[in-house]
Protein backbone atom coordinates (compact mmCIF):
# COMPACT_ATOMS: atom_id res chain seq x y z
CA UNK A 1 0.00 0.00 0.00
CA UNK A 2 1.75 2.96 -1.24
CA UNK A 3 1.24 6.21 1.34
CA UNK A 4 -0.61 9.32 -0.02
CA UNK A 5 0.82 13.14 -0.27
CA UNK A 6 -1.83 14.43 2.75
CA UNK A 7 -1.26 17.97 4.06
CA UNK A 8 1.48 18.68 0.32
CA UNK A 9 -0.34 20.90 -1.84
CA UNK A 10 1.43 22.64 -5.34
CA UNK A 11 0.91 25.84 -5.84
CA UNK A 12 2.26 28.96 -8.51
CA UNK A 13 2.06 27.76 -11.82
CA UNK A 14 4.44 29.98 -13.93
CA UNK A 15 5.31 29.92 -17.67
CA UNK A 16 8.25 31.99 -18.54
CA UNK A 17 6.88 32.65 -22.56
CA UNK A 18 8.57 30.12 -24.99
CA UNK A 19 10.93 31.63 -28.15
CA UNK A 20 12.19 29.69 -30.69
CA UNK A 21 15.52 30.72 -30.29
CA UNK A 22 16.88 32.83 -27.43
CA UNK A 23 20.60 33.79 -26.52
CA UNK A 24 20.37 33.28 -23.14
CA UNK A 25 21.27 30.55 -21.33
CA UNK A 26 19.29 27.86 -19.55
CA UNK A 27 20.71 29.25 -16.40
CA UNK A 28 18.84 32.63 -17.36
CA UNK A 29 15.18 30.67 -18.18
CA UNK A 30 15.81 29.14 -15.04
CA UNK A 31 16.32 31.82 -12.82
CA UNK A 32 13.31 33.73 -14.73
CA UNK A 33 11.34 31.07 -13.72
CA UNK A 34 12.53 31.54 -10.73
CA UNK A 35 11.20 35.06 -10.36
CA UNK A 36 8.48 34.31 -11.33
CA UNK A 37 7.61 31.97 -8.58
CA UNK A 38 8.75 34.50 -6.21
CA UNK A 39 6.32 37.15 -7.88
CA UNK A 40 3.39 34.96 -8.01
CA UNK A 41 3.29 33.78 -4.15
CA UNK A 42 4.52 36.35 -2.64
CA UNK A 43 7.43 33.90 -1.11
CA UNK A 44 11.32 35.27 -1.81
CA UNK A 45 13.15 33.19 -3.21
CA UNK A 46 15.82 33.45 -0.58
CA UNK A 47 12.89 31.72 1.58
CA UNK A 48 12.71 28.76 -0.79
CA UNK A 49 14.61 25.43 0.89
CA UNK A 50 14.42 23.89 -1.75
CA UNK A 51 15.44 23.64 -5.20
CA UNK A 52 14.48 21.11 -7.84
CA UNK A 53 15.75 21.51 -11.84
CA UNK A 54 15.01 19.39 -14.64
CA UNK A 55 17.56 20.62 -17.89
CA UNK A 56 19.17 19.46 -20.90
CA UNK A 57 21.69 22.57 -21.05
CA UNK A 58 22.73 23.48 -17.77
CA UNK A 59 25.83 21.14 -17.99
CA UNK A 60 28.35 21.05 -16.90
CA UNK A 61 26.43 22.87 -14.21
CA UNK A 62 23.65 21.64 -12.48
CA UNK A 63 21.33 22.24 -9.17
CA UNK A 64 24.50 22.93 -7.02
CA UNK A 65 25.50 25.74 -9.28
CA UNK A 66 21.94 27.50 -9.59
CA UNK A 67 21.86 27.57 -5.83
CA UNK A 68 25.31 30.09 -5.54
CA UNK A 69 23.70 31.58 -9.04
CA UNK A 70 20.48 32.55 -7.29
CA UNK A 71 21.80 33.09 -3.73
CA UNK A 72 19.63 30.41 -2.63
CA UNK A 73 20.32 28.59 0.68
CA UNK A 74 18.39 25.15 0.98
CA UNK A 75 18.43 22.00 2.55
CA UNK A 76 16.54 19.83 -0.50
CA UNK A 77 18.23 19.76 -3.97
CA UNK A 78 17.48 17.48 -7.06
CA UNK A 79 18.86 17.61 -10.67
CA UNK A 80 16.63 15.37 -11.79
CA UNK A 81 17.76 14.10 -15.47
CA UNK A 82 14.85 12.30 -16.65
CA UNK A 83 13.30 14.30 -19.86
CA UNK A 84 9.35 14.60 -19.90
CA UNK A 85 9.28 12.59 -16.58
CA UNK A 86 10.91 15.11 -15.04
CA UNK A 87 8.28 17.20 -13.61
CA UNK A 88 6.51 14.22 -11.89
CA UNK A 89 9.63 12.96 -10.80
CA UNK A 90 10.40 16.10 -9.29
CA UNK A 91 6.86 16.56 -7.47
CA UNK A 92 7.16 13.48 -5.94
CA UNK A 93 10.31 13.88 -4.02
CA UNK A 94 9.97 17.31 -3.79
CA UNK A 95 6.19 16.33 -1.64
CA UNK A 96 8.10 13.67 0.24
CA UNK A 97 10.48 15.96 1.15
CA UNK A 98 8.03 18.23 2.32
CA UNK A 99 5.98 15.98 4.32
CA UNK A 100 8.52 14.21 6.22
CA UNK A 101 10.03 18.17 7.39
CA UNK A 102 13.13 17.78 5.21
CA UNK A 103 11.78 21.39 2.94
CA UNK A 104 9.07 23.55 3.76
CA UNK A 105 8.50 25.39 0.19
CA UNK A 106 10.53 23.40 -2.62
CA UNK A 107 10.63 25.45 -6.34
CA UNK A 108 10.41 22.81 -9.01
CA UNK A 109 11.61 24.24 -12.38
CA UNK A 110 12.11 22.97 -15.98
CA UNK A 111 14.11 25.19 -17.92
CA UNK A 112 16.22 25.12 -21.35
CA UNK A 113 17.03 27.50 -23.96
CA UNK A 114 17.47 26.88 -27.84
CA UNK A 115 19.80 28.04 -31.00
CA UNK A 116 20.13 27.40 -34.18
CA UNK A 117 22.45 24.69 -33.69
CA UNK A 118 21.74 23.32 -30.01
CA UNK A 119 18.94 20.84 -31.30
CA UNK A 120 22.05 19.01 -32.89
CA UNK A 121 24.55 19.41 -30.13
CA UNK A 122 21.93 17.49 -28.20
CA UNK A 123 21.60 14.80 -30.21
CA UNK A 124 25.19 14.09 -30.22
CA UNK A 125 25.32 13.64 -26.83
CA UNK A 126 21.97 12.74 -25.79
CA UNK A 127 23.25 9.33 -24.16
CA UNK A 128 25.67 6.98 -24.55
CA UNK A 129 23.26 4.79 -26.86
CA UNK A 130 23.30 7.34 -28.95
CA UNK A 131 26.91 8.32 -29.15
CA UNK A 132 27.55 4.66 -30.26
CA UNK A 133 25.07 3.37 -32.17
CA UNK A 134 23.02 5.45 -33.49
CA UNK A 135 24.14 9.18 -34.13
CA UNK A 136 27.47 8.31 -36.29
CA UNK A 137 25.10 5.97 -38.34
CA UNK A 138 23.52 9.38 -39.15
CA UNK A 139 20.30 8.51 -37.39
CA UNK A 140 20.39 11.15 -34.35
CA UNK A 141 17.38 11.85 -32.65
CA UNK A 142 13.98 10.99 -32.13
CA UNK A 143 11.97 10.91 -35.24
CA UNK A 144 13.28 7.58 -36.72
CA UNK A 145 12.72 6.26 -32.96
CA UNK A 146 8.98 7.39 -32.85
CA UNK A 147 8.33 6.16 -36.43
CA UNK A 148 9.48 2.55 -36.09
CA UNK A 149 6.42 2.99 -32.64
CA UNK A 150 4.16 4.49 -35.26
CA UNK A 151 4.44 2.28 -37.85
CA UNK A 152 4.01 -0.84 -35.05
CA UNK A 153 1.12 0.43 -33.71
CA UNK A 154 -0.81 1.16 -36.92
CA UNK A 155 -0.02 -2.36 -38.24
CA UNK A 156 -0.65 -3.75 -34.37
CA UNK A 157 -4.13 -1.60 -34.15
CA UNK A 158 -4.72 -0.80 -37.64
CA UNK A 159 -4.56 3.48 -36.68
CA UNK A 160 -4.58 5.96 -39.34
CA UNK A 161 -3.30 9.18 -39.55
CA UNK A 162 -6.37 10.93 -40.00
CA UNK A 163 -6.73 9.25 -36.05
CA UNK A 164 -3.52 10.66 -35.23
CA UNK A 165 -4.66 14.07 -36.97
CA UNK A 166 -7.49 14.52 -34.73
CA UNK A 167 -5.26 14.96 -31.59
CA UNK A 168 -3.11 17.13 -33.29
CA UNK A 169 -5.76 19.58 -34.66
CA UNK A 170 -7.31 19.57 -31.46
CA UNK A 171 -4.66 20.91 -29.58
CA UNK A 172 -4.01 23.50 -32.07
CA UNK A 173 -7.52 24.53 -31.51
CA UNK A 174 -6.66 24.98 -27.81
CA UNK A 175 -3.58 26.77 -28.38
CA UNK A 176 -5.14 29.25 -30.31
CA UNK A 177 -6.51 30.14 -26.14
CA UNK A 178 -3.14 30.05 -25.22
CA UNK A 179 -1.04 33.31 -25.39
CA UNK A 180 2.60 31.51 -25.12
CA UNK A 181 1.67 29.01 -27.73
CA UNK A 182 4.23 29.67 -31.12
CA UNK A 183 1.92 28.44 -32.73
CA UNK A 184 -0.63 30.43 -33.91
CA UNK A 185 -3.11 29.54 -36.75
CA UNK A 186 -5.63 27.16 -36.89
CA UNK A 187 -4.21 23.43 -38.06
CA UNK A 188 -7.15 21.61 -40.95
CA UNK A 189 -7.16 18.22 -41.80
CA UNK A 190 -5.94 18.59 -45.17
CA UNK A 191 -2.81 20.88 -44.01
CA UNK A 192 -1.93 17.78 -41.91
CA UNK A 193 -2.13 15.18 -44.26
CA UNK A 194 -0.30 17.46 -46.78
CA UNK A 195 2.72 18.21 -44.56
CA UNK A 196 5.88 16.78 -45.80
CA UNK A 197 7.47 13.68 -44.13
CA UNK A 198 10.33 13.42 -41.67
CA UNK A 199 10.37 10.12 -40.59
CA UNK A 200 7.96 7.93 -42.46
CA UNK A 201 4.89 7.47 -41.10
CA UNK A 202 5.74 10.74 -39.05
CA UNK A 203 4.85 14.14 -40.96
CA UNK A 204 5.65 17.70 -40.10
CA UNK A 205 2.31 18.17 -37.57
CA UNK A 206 3.28 14.99 -35.59
CA UNK A 207 6.38 16.34 -34.38
CA UNK A 208 7.39 18.75 -31.72
CA UNK A 209 9.24 22.31 -32.62
CA UNK A 210 12.19 22.75 -30.26
CA UNK A 211 12.45 26.24 -28.47
CA UNK A 212 13.56 28.13 -25.55
CA UNK A 213 11.30 28.39 -22.07
CA UNK A 214 10.44 27.59 -18.45
CA UNK A 215 8.19 25.94 -16.83
CA UNK A 216 7.24 25.87 -12.70
CA UNK A 217 5.50 25.22 -9.86
CA UNK A 218 6.30 24.94 -5.89
CA UNK A 219 5.65 22.57 -3.65
CA UNK A 220 4.57 22.85 0.16
CA UNK A 221 2.62 22.56 3.29
CA UNK A 222 -1.38 23.23 3.20
CA UNK A 223 -0.87 25.30 5.73
CA UNK A 224 1.94 27.65 4.31
CA UNK A 225 -0.31 27.87 1.03
CA UNK A 226 -3.24 29.27 3.11
CA UNK A 227 -1.39 31.71 4.81
CA UNK A 228 0.15 32.83 1.58
CA UNK A 229 -3.64 33.68 0.54
CA UNK A 230 -2.52 31.97 -3.11
CA UNK A 231 -4.48 28.89 -4.78
CA UNK A 232 -2.84 25.29 -4.53
CA UNK A 233 -4.34 22.32 -5.69
CA UNK A 234 -3.83 18.83 -3.25
CA UNK A 235 -1.66 16.30 -4.64
CA UNK A 236 -3.77 12.79 -4.60
CA UNK A 237 -1.79 10.39 -6.10
CA UNK A 238 1.47 10.10 -7.95
CA UNK A 239 3.73 7.10 -9.69
CA UNK A 240 6.73 6.73 -11.79
CA UNK A 241 8.46 3.82 -13.44
CA UNK A 242 11.29 3.54 -15.51
CA UNK A 243 12.39 0.94 -18.27
CA UNK A 244 8.95 -0.78 -17.46
CA UNK A 245 7.99 -4.45 -19.65
CA UNK A 246 12.05 -4.36 -21.31
CA UNK A 247 10.00 -7.69 -22.69
CA UNK A 248 7.87 -5.84 -25.52
CA UNK A 249 9.84 -6.75 -28.87
CA UNK A 250 8.48 -2.83 -29.83
CA UNK A 251 6.89 -0.29 -27.18
CA UNK A 252 2.85 -0.17 -26.94
CA UNK A 253 2.64 0.98 -23.84
CA UNK A 254 4.48 3.10 -20.71
CA UNK A 255 5.50 2.42 -17.42
CA UNK A 256 2.12 3.97 -15.87
CA UNK A 257 0.53 0.72 -17.29
CA UNK A 258 2.10 -0.85 -14.57
CA UNK A 259 0.59 0.72 -11.61
CA UNK A 260 -2.22 2.40 -12.87
CA UNK A 261 -4.40 0.77 -10.17
CA UNK A 262 -2.15 2.37 -7.72
CA UNK A 263 -2.55 5.39 -8.76
CA UNK A 264 -6.33 5.53 -9.00
CA UNK A 265 -6.60 3.96 -5.68
CA UNK A 266 -4.19 6.61 -3.97
CA UNK A 267 -6.97 9.23 -5.62
CA UNK A 268 -9.89 7.37 -4.85
CA UNK A 269 -11.42 7.68 -8.41
CA UNK A 270 -10.95 5.71 -11.96
CA UNK A 271 -10.65 7.46 -15.24
CA UNK A 272 -14.26 8.68 -14.94
CA UNK A 273 -13.43 10.85 -11.97
CA UNK A 274 -10.39 12.56 -14.53
CA UNK A 275 -12.20 16.26 -15.33
CA UNK A 276 -9.48 17.44 -17.85
CA UNK A 277 -6.45 15.24 -18.99
CA UNK A 278 -2.63 16.47 -19.74
CA UNK A 279 -0.61 13.66 -21.49
CA UNK A 280 3.25 13.78 -22.51
CA UNK A 281 2.58 14.39 -26.34
CA UNK A 282 6.21 14.59 -28.26
CA UNK A 283 4.39 12.32 -30.89
CA UNK A 284 0.40 11.80 -31.21
CA UNK A 285 1.67 7.90 -31.15
CA UNK A 286 2.29 8.21 -27.29
CA UNK A 287 -0.84 10.52 -26.49
CA UNK A 288 -2.74 7.61 -27.70
CA UNK A 289 -0.54 4.88 -25.79
CA UNK A 290 -1.77 7.01 -22.49
CA UNK A 291 -5.10 7.12 -23.52
CA UNK A 292 -5.21 3.55 -22.96
CA UNK A 293 -2.68 2.29 -20.53
CA UNK A 294 -4.37 5.10 -18.08
CA UNK A 295 -8.10 3.05 -18.28
CA UNK A 296 -9.53 5.43 -20.75
CA UNK A 297 -10.16 3.02 -23.24
CA UNK A 298 -8.68 -0.40 -23.69
CA UNK A 299 -5.40 -1.24 -25.48
CA UNK A 300 -5.46 -1.09 -28.98
CA UNK A 301 -8.78 0.85 -28.74
CA UNK A 302 -7.16 4.32 -29.08
CA UNK A 303 -7.82 5.08 -32.64
CA UNK A 304 -11.60 4.09 -31.81
CA UNK A 305 -11.09 6.42 -28.86
CA UNK A 306 -10.21 9.63 -30.81
CA UNK A 307 -12.83 9.18 -33.49
CA UNK A 308 -15.21 9.04 -31.27
CA UNK A 309 -14.26 11.94 -28.45
CA UNK A 310 -13.99 15.61 -28.70
CA UNK A 311 -10.45 16.36 -27.68
CA UNK A 312 -10.95 20.24 -27.51
CA UNK A 313 -11.29 22.65 -23.83
CA UNK A 314 -15.12 22.80 -25.01
CA UNK A 315 -15.58 19.02 -25.66
CA UNK A 316 -16.63 15.98 -24.05
CA UNK A 317 -12.47 14.93 -23.28
CA UNK A 318 -10.52 18.22 -22.24
CA UNK A 319 -7.15 17.28 -23.17
CA UNK A 320 -4.34 19.19 -23.46
CA UNK A 321 -5.92 22.52 -22.98
CA UNK A 322 -2.86 24.03 -23.28
CA UNK A 323 -2.16 22.97 -26.92
CA UNK A 324 0.68 20.45 -25.77
CA UNK A 325 4.38 20.23 -26.93
CA UNK A 326 2.67 20.08 -30.63
CA UNK A 327 1.51 23.04 -30.43
CA UNK A 328 2.86 25.15 -27.89
CA UNK A 329 6.58 23.93 -28.55
CA UNK A 330 9.30 21.14 -26.81
CA UNK A 331 11.44 23.91 -24.36
CA UNK A 332 13.62 20.71 -23.84
CA UNK A 333 13.52 19.44 -20.40
CA UNK A 334 10.48 22.11 -19.70
CA UNK A 335 8.63 20.00 -21.60
CA UNK A 336 8.00 17.56 -19.19
CA UNK A 337 6.89 20.28 -16.60
CA UNK A 338 4.19 21.95 -19.61
CA UNK A 339 1.19 19.56 -18.40
CA UNK A 340 1.49 19.43 -14.82
CA UNK A 341 1.62 23.42 -15.10
CA UNK A 342 -1.21 23.57 -16.69
CA UNK A 343 -3.49 20.51 -14.94
CA UNK A 344 -2.65 22.91 -11.94
CA UNK A 345 -4.10 26.10 -13.43
CA UNK A 346 -7.05 24.35 -14.36
CA UNK A 347 -8.08 22.73 -11.04
CA UNK A 348 -6.99 26.30 -9.20
CA UNK A 349 -9.52 28.33 -11.78
CA UNK A 350 -6.24 30.22 -13.38
CA UNK A 351 -6.40 28.84 -16.72
CA UNK A 352 -8.23 31.85 -18.31
CA UNK A 353 -9.74 31.38 -21.89
CA UNK A 354 -8.71 28.00 -21.73
CA UNK A 355 -10.38 26.91 -18.11
CA UNK A 356 -12.71 24.00 -17.95
CA UNK A 357 -15.47 24.24 -16.51
CA UNK A 358 -15.97 22.39 -12.90
CA UNK A 359 -12.43 20.70 -13.49
CA UNK A 360 -11.82 19.25 -10.23
CA UNK A 361 -9.41 16.89 -11.11
CA UNK A 362 -6.57 17.08 -13.31
CA UNK A 363 -4.05 14.06 -14.55
CA UNK A 364 -0.59 14.81 -16.22
CA UNK A 365 1.78 12.34 -17.44
CA UNK A 366 5.67 12.49 -18.20
CA UNK A 367 7.48 10.22 -20.76
CA UNK A 368 10.86 11.03 -21.47
CA UNK A 369 15.00 9.27 -22.23
CA UNK A 370 14.17 7.88 -25.68
CA UNK A 371 16.57 5.17 -26.81
CA UNK A 372 16.54 3.79 -29.99
CA UNK A 373 13.43 1.79 -29.72
CA UNK A 374 11.52 2.90 -26.93
CA UNK A 375 11.28 5.65 -24.12
CA UNK A 376 12.46 4.63 -20.67
CA UNK A 377 10.92 6.83 -18.32
CA UNK A 378 7.27 7.44 -17.37
CA UNK A 379 5.33 9.20 -14.52
CA UNK A 380 1.60 9.86 -13.74
CA UNK A 381 0.24 12.35 -10.95
CA UNK A 382 -3.49 13.05 -9.74
CA UNK A 383 -4.05 16.70 -8.87
CA UNK A 384 -7.55 17.82 -6.73
CA UNK A 385 -8.79 21.08 -6.47
CA UNK A 386 -9.03 22.59 -2.65
Not at 9 to 34: D, N
Not at 39 to 60: K, N
Not at 96 to 116: E, S
Not at 153 to 176: S, W
Amino acid sequence: MRHGYDGVVVTTPVTVPYQRFSPHAAHWWAGAALRGLAEASGIAHTDMDGLSVASFGLAPDSGISLTQHFGMSVRHLDTVPLGGASAVVSLRRAARAVQAGDADVVACIGADTNTPDSFRQALASFSRFAQDAVYPMGAGGANASFALLTRHYMRAFGATREDFARICIAQRDNALKNPDALMKTPLTLEQYMAARPVADPVHLFDCVMPCAGAEAFLVMREETARAQGIPFARLTAAIEGHNQFPGDPVQVRGGWARDVDVLYGMAGCGPEGIDVLQTYDDYPVIVMMQFEDLGFCAKGEGPAFVRSRDLRIEGDFPHNTSGGQLSVGQAGAAGGHLGLVEALRQVTGQAGARQVAKARRAMALGFGMINYDRGLASGAVILEAA
